[in-house]
């Protein structure tokens, strides 16, 4: 990012006719394989997420309201 910075500050025109395309071409690569772990991630997350409340609601289902309680404290 700032090989790119470095390069937008040649100048306007130096930007405008490509100078940069292959530097941003870079940047946007590396960005899109961060992105793509973090979204991982946080597909993972919710499905365990989404597992403790679907345990939570069949124990709701049998009457028993402690495990909600107990989730709703959490931090």
């Not at 979204?39 to 049998?62: G, H, P, Q």
Request: aromatic fraction near 6%; include cysteine; glycine fraction near 6%.
């Amino acid at each position: 990012m700032t090989a790119l910075d470095e390069c937008h500050a040649r100048g306007f025109l130096y930007k405008a006719i490509g100078g940069c395309n292959d530097i941003k071409r870079e940047v946007n690569r590396c960005l899109s394989g961060e992105r793509t772990k973090n979204s991982s991630k946080n597909r993972e997350s919710a499905l365990e997420r989404r597992k403790r409340i679907e345990a939570i609601w069949e124990k709701m289902d049998e009457g028993d309201y402690s495990a909600l309680e107990a989730f709703t404290k959490r931090k």
